[in-house]
């Protein structure tokens, strides 16, 4: 009598168990497979994309996620991997914006959705596939609020003005050549500055360093060693660019914090170590631009289109007049 209880007991055990397994392997099988392709890992803003990406698909996707290493090549051949591998959806963070019809035609042939984001591709390459959205910001309003700051140190602060010639003599950081928002912010930051009333006159070339500290690091190095004394304003199309040139600028006793002489330094992201650079003093200002919600939006959207809903379903987001990009707000940041 034992045994047989014995028995029943193990049975009921066993058929447990495999209903466990069962529903859990289920649970697992529901979770779409989602491949995420970012330009390079190392980029400061990116990353707080990348994490809240994470975040915001935790427990709801199962998620592949490759570093492009700033290599186009390399992104294209992890893209044909993933689509080998049949990923329900892609979430791509362009190394090259221009190699966009590519990557579309592509994915396109496999009828994958998917949502790129940050560095926009041409949005008329993205509208030839119905399954494409793009998730961004509008590029020319972060350089216009870099504009915006530029006339509220000047207005604030006439001790700027080292030369007393009226003018801000500049030099300006920009990420690359040919990307819309590297061109947009270096473009708008002063032609705003300019509508606000102040007059503008750069130093030298645009130094173009890819969005890198390093590289911008020494490029300010260079402009020092040729006009030191001369230099009024630093204007960077991201964060690491500008702690690049601060870097540059503390190495000879300039923006240090609670030191007496201070350039101004203005850049673009709101990244935890400009936001502390800045708390500290040492750099002027920054535009905010919210990763943590380009992150949350670039998801919400991936799920709805995996699950055959509208992009926008169920979102607070809406398009631009392009019918396929939503545009995250910028703000200005200057301190606590």
Do not use: H
């Amino acid at each position: 009598m034992k045994i047989r209880k014995s028995r029943v007991l193990f049975f009921t055990l066993c058929l447990s168990l495999t209903a466990f397994f069962l529903a859990t392997t289920a649970a697992f099988a529901a979770n779409p497979r989602i491949g995420i392709l970012i330009y390079k890992y190392d980029d400061t803003y990116i990353s707080t994309v990348r994490n809240a990406l994470n975040k915001a698909l935790e427990g709801k996707a199962e998620i592949m996620m490759q570093d492009g290493k700033g290599d186009q090549a390399t992104q294209n051949d992890q893209l044909d991997v993933l689509i080998e591998r049949k990923v329900d959806g892609l979430i791509v963070n362009m190394v090259d914006a221009q190699a966009a019809a590519g990557v579309v035609n592509k994915i396109k042939a496999a009828g994958i959705p998917v949502v790129f984001f940050n560095r926009e591709p041409d949005l008329g390459v993205l509208k030839t596939y119905n399954k494409a959205v793009f998730v961004g910001t509008n590029a020319a309003d972060a350089g216009k609020m870099q504009g915006d700051i530029i006339k509220q140190l000047w207005t604030a602060n006439p001790a700027f003005d080292l030369n007393k010639d009226g003018k801000f003599q500049y030099v300006m950081f920009k990420g690359e050549p040919d990307n819309p928002e590297a061109i947009a912010r270096t473009e708008f930051s002063v032609s705003q500055a300019v509508a606000n009333g102040v007059k503008m006159d750069q130093i030298g070339q645009t130094f173009v360093c890819n969005w890198d500290t390093a590289l911008a690091q020494q490029a300010m190095e260079s402009a020092l060693a040729a006009n030191e004394g001369k230099i009024e304003l630093v204007i960077a199309n991201n964060d690491s660019m500008a702690m690049g040139a601060i870097a540059a600028l503390s190495n000879i006793g300039y923006n240090v914090e609670g030191g007496s002489k201070l350039i101004p330094v203005i850049g673009v992201d709101a990244t935890d170590q400009a936001v502390d650079a800045i708390n500290k003093g040492i750099m002027s200002g920054t535009v905010k631009q919210d990763g943590e919600a380009m992150g949350n939006a670039v998801a919400g959207i991936m799920l709805n289109m995996i699950s055959g809903k509208a992009p926008l379903n169920g979102t607070s987001y809406k398009y631009d007049d392009s019918s396929i990009a939503v545009r995250i707000p910028y703000a200005p940041f200057l301190g606590k």
